[in-house]
């Protein structure tokens, strides 16, 4: 059974930085990633991690958060990472982890198949 488990979610203001990880069981995924819904909004693509099979993996991110959002992922661990840094309101979301195995779908069509549960992030300003 797949499981997909977030944390690291919090309040921080407005300039600080927050982690997110989560953690994968069940099985490897080529690509982990992360979306985020904000109230009233539609859920939207942030970021994503494609791995080769090796160690290296490319990256691609949503143009809100490039600069200052860094995706990486430990394999050994099947954990996927989000470093946020230099947070504003506007990132104020419920964030949620995603695995597929379809390398391009995250991004291009901000679908995947597995889904974890979420974990709410607030910048205050």
């Known amino acids: 059974q797949v499981q997909l488990v977030e944390s690291g979610g919090g309040l921080v203001q407005a300039g600080g930085s927050l982690r997110l990880s989560c953690a994968a069981s069940?099985?490897?995924?080529?690509?982990m990633g992360w979306f985020r819904q904000a109230p009233g909004k539609e859920r939207e693509f942030v970021a994503r991690a494609s791995t080769t099979g090796r160690s290296i993996y490319y990256a691609s991110y949503a143009d809100s958060v490039k600069g200052r959002f860094t995706i990486y992922r430990d394999n050994a661990k099947n954990t996927v990472y989000l470093q946020m840094n230099t947070l504003k309101p506007e990132d104020t979301a419920v964030y949620y982890c995603a695995a597929d195995d379809v390398v391009g779908r995250m991004a291009q069509q901000g679908s995947a198949d597995y889904w974890g549960q979420g974990t709410q992030v607030t910048v205050s300003s």
């Open positions: 069940g099985r490897t995924f080529r690509t």
